[in-house]
């Protein structure tokens, strides 16, 4: 009998195919078997892919509420200013007189909203990540020219390296890898 050897961990399983049906189709077959945690890499923006993967973009809720706090921003230090601060009484007017705060709130909650645009798709992206794993796969570069890559996460509950890679192989792949850590 021989010593068990211990594995290095992996990252995950790639598997590459050589169209978008074949990946959809994969990644139905690894959701049929409970993998939830996987990522695709194709050559062009396909919102088949992400439905299939079940994606949820939580990008509008962020900009909603960087909107949202912009205009409470925005109204606060106007109130502050003209009602606490430096109260004027310029024509009659109460201090408090909203309909002059209105331009203000409204650019606020433009600039913050823009703001947590670009920070929001930043973080949920994970960027910037100068190093990925799958980087250093063989025939990975294909990817952005055109063939389309299921990766099977390792962080996934049910994971299994023997499952995860029968699984991908009855979908007939054009290759299959570990891509280690």
């Given amino acids: 009998m021989g010593v068990p050897v211990d594995r290095p961990p992996v990252f995950g399983v790639l598997a590459e195919f050589s169209g978008k049906d074949e990946l959809i189709d994969a990644i139905g077959h690894s959701k049929d078997h409970g993998y939830r945690h996987m990522e695709a890499y194709t050559p062009l923006p396909l919102h088949d892919v992400v439905q299939a993967i079940g994606h949820k973009n939580r990008l509008p809720l962020i900009v909603l509420c960087g909107g949202i706090l ?27 007189s909203w309909p002059s705060f209105i331009i203000i709130t409204f650019e606020m909650t433009i600039l913050f909203a823009a703001f947590s645009a670009v920070l929001g798709m930043l973080a949920l992206n994970g960027l910037p990540r100068p190093y990925h794993p ?18 099977l996460l390792s962080r996934d509950p049910v994971f299994d390296l023997e499952r995860a890679t029968e699984i991908l ?13």
Avoid: I, W
Avoid at 138 to 143: C, L, N, V
């Fill in 70 to 96: 912009g205009a409470t921003v925005g109204f606060a230090m106007q109130y502050y200013l003209s009602v606490e601060a430096y109260p004027l009484n310029v024509g009659g007017r109460p201090f408090n």
């Fill in 134 to 151: 799958v980087f250093h796969v063989d025939g990975f570069e294909q990817a952005s020219r055109n063939r389309f890559f299921l990766l």
């Fill in 169 to 181: 192989e009855s979908r007939e792949p054009l290759s299959m890898h570990e891509v280690p850590f």
